[in-house]
């Protein structure tokens, strides 16, 4: 299973750091993507990042801010998110695709963690 971690309440400007991190399993093979949702929209991605660490990818909305990144002895991908914005705020999680890249269905995926920014 995938256990996303790291959200909370922050103030606009801040940073937080998302972990997901793998049980049962082992990350190497499986490219990771970040997703969100906040009420009342469609869940977006957010960013994404190759099995091999070499290939990433951010929406527009984070890029520049936002960091993935991954750590495979740890069995854990990150999402160092700063600048924060309260446009940010949304549950987050973590999708696991057994591919190279991101892409058709994930394989797995993460409960969310709730991050809220505060203006």
């Known amino acids: 299973q995938l256990q996303a971690s790291g959200g909370g309440l922050v103030q606009a400007g801040g940073s937080l750091r998302l972990s997901c991190a793998a049980s049962g399993f082992t990350l190497d093979y499986y490219a990771i993507g970040w997703f969100r949702q906040a009420p009342g929209k469609e869940r977006e991605g957010v960013s994404c990042?190759?099995?091999?660490?070499?290939?990433?990818y951010y929406a527009d909305s984070v890029k520049g801010r936002f960091t993935i990144s991954r750590d495979n002895a740890k069995n854990t991908v990150f999402l160092q998110m700063n600048s924060l914005k309260p446009e940010d705020t949304a549950v987050y999680y973590c999708a696991a695709y057994r591919s190279t890249i991101v892409h058709g269905t994930p394989y797995y995926w993460g409960q969310g963690t709730q991050v809220t920014v505060s203006s």
């Open positions: 990042i190759s099995s091999s660490g070499t290939i990433t």
